[in-house]
């Protein structure tokens, strides 16, 4: 029974959802007010903690006029609102047809699913067996009954995570304009806690920065129309202390993939107040009348082992929880894509060269990126004519397909369906089907965003990419989407409803990806958003694969798949091994190098192999060989990161089967250091007692070597240089 309620008295009454690890309290108090009191370690509690009761406190306003001691002002809110003596960031916002915005929220009841419960429209976390997750649903009421709210809350066994989301009802007689429904608040006791997020642009997606918040707001967000390269929907709270391996960390990450904020924030009450959800910029809703709005589901993680204990959980939720593809938990498939190697420069002669060459060195599948139909010979022209070259690949895509497959390859294909550039026919036919707000149009890659908001541009998009993943045998689809979103509107909406248009297209999408995932679950969808800008936890629901950047740069990749990792699972990045100098940063790094570090994850080559020397050549067929040995423990293994690639000149990854006995190590060098140190090591999570043999170098080492003593069997020659450690478990006990 992981929900304990507890009748405090005849009024307050106290929750507690729990596993073995982690407790989430609240209680309801005298005022029909739910109040956080604990979300953390597991905790049992003999009486309402003394930080919970009230004060006079000069300055605050009073919640009842009869009670000078009670404010919301300082109280550690489940669900904030503004307005009502609470001065911080809300959770709800709500302007009303007599333009107050004022209202507030009592309890009024509780219910208990055992289950996680779907989210309409959605993506949303899920529950495959009875009795994994518990959900309760917690209902709130406006006074004069206009609205109420219901806070879902969802614990899961073997995870320490909860899921928490809200659903706004109309209960009223007249519609009301949501300006701000965020998935989540909490106030996390405490101040001067580390911030982390994960930012960038294109080229260097999701890197680590940490800040220290002693008073006032952070806040982090997009408002791109995607989840976006500059933001990620994640972010973490933890202790100045708190680092990799030691350490509480909160992890909350968000199931989005548009306009997305996050909020930290300290007042003066002494608290941390995390609220996430929506971006309000751009943002509002006309709820009228019986009509709900859902929130965007939001995953709270607690770790007391660092942020490589937060990341950890990530990866095994996510991988069993909120990845609904059949391939979340199967190998992925080593892959070469032509992107790199012929721009929109090919035709099928050349296709088949490169393809025969992959073949020959165990490539298991060919992905024909962009240029292959209609006049798409650059990127101004094109998008929303999905037929195929005739000219550049004579026979069609059925025929090229048939051809790779015979190779013994299955063939995979780029798609970008939600854009349409202003030269096609398609947008000849229907100029009013791209977002525009009657304002004129700012291009981007040359290109105009389809209004996913209307259902007759989804429907266009569902028909038109099923008829092209039918006409070959296509085993593989890159979901690209280039360029951010500006003059968002929408032709088919009321001039009052115009803020609504951001949100619409994501709800657009998602229907149009849960039509085309379960039309078509033998394909492996990769999603991409110029590289990596909309790898997001929602998307995730959808799709195993992600193209985690454009930038193929070796040591840039690390950085990359490094802040990457905070909450991806490795085995969704899309790891490429490029040709240098590389194609982003002129950079040359090793061959090697470049694929120890692709090989953290979905492995694949982008390069010409035409080009290559018999040396690369052969290297590339021991990397492939090397990846189908070690994929199955990429899958399924426990991620650890050791070291910073931001501070460290070595760095290192690890990846640990669920039962220690195989370890796989990469290890990098970032320059050569003259006369520089030697360096060791620390491998972690192995059996301390146990013998494994590192099976290139054939060398034996106890499990308490690995991870106490160190590993320093290293020598680096050059700049970039790395290593890849295969260790197994060949001996239990050795101590005795
Ligand atoms: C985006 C993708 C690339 C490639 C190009 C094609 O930039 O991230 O991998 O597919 O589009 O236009």
Sequence with gaps: MPIEIKNINNIEKFFHLYNKNISYMFYINKYFVPINIHFGKRAELQNIPDSMKYYNRPYTPCYREEDSEFTLETACMEYSLFGITDFRPPTLSISFENGSNVFELAYKKYEILHSKVNLKGLPSTFSKNDGEATTLIITLEERDKRLAVDLIYTIFEKHNVITRSALIKNTGIESFIIEEAMSFSIDLKGFGYDIINLAGAWGRERHVDRTRLYTGERNIGSVTGASSHIQSP????????TNEKYGEAYGFGLLYSGNHKFTAYVGTSFSTRIVAGINNKNFSWILDKEESFQTPEAVLVYSENGLGGMSRTFHNFFREHLCRSLFADKIRPVLINNWEATYFDFNRDEIIEIAEQASNLGVELFVLDDGWFADRNADNCSLGDWYVNLTKLPGGLSSLANEINKMGMQFGIWVEPEMVSPTSNLYKEHSDWCLHSGYCNYLSRNQLVLDLSREDVQNYIIDKMSEVFLSANISYVKWDMNRYMTNVGSAALATKRQREVSHRYILGLYRILDILT???????????????????????????????????????????????????????????????????????????????????????????????????????????????????????????????????????????????????????QKMMIPNGPKYSIRLEDLKEDALYKEMKRDKGYTGSQLMYVGFDDMEFKVDFDSMLLHFKCIGEDVYE
């Design 518 to 668: 379960q039309k078509f679950p033998y394909i492996l969808f990769e999603g991409c958003a110029g590289g990596g800008g909309r790898f997001d936890p929602g998307f995730m629901h959808y799709m195993a694969q992600f193209w985690t950047s454009d930038d193929t740069d070796a040591w840039e990749r690390c950085l990359i798949q490094y802040g990457t990792s905070f909450i991806f699972p490795p085995i969704f990045m899309g790891n490429h091994v490029s040709i240098v100098p590389n194609h982003q940063t002129n950079r040359i790094t090793p061959i090697k190098t470049r694929a120890n570090i692709a090989l953290m994850g979905a492995f694949g080559y982008e390069l010409d192999l035409r080009k290559l020397t018999a040396y690369e050549l052969e290297e590339i067929k021991i990397q492939i060989d090397v990846y189908k040995e070690i994929r199955k423990l990429l899958l399924d293994g426990n991620y650890y990161r050791i070291g910073n690639p931001s501070l460290d000149n070595l760095f290192a990854w690890q990846i640990v089967s669920k039962d220690k006995n195989e370890i796989i190590a990469v290890i990098v």
């Design 234 to 241: 994640f972010m973490a709270v933890c202790l100045e202390e």
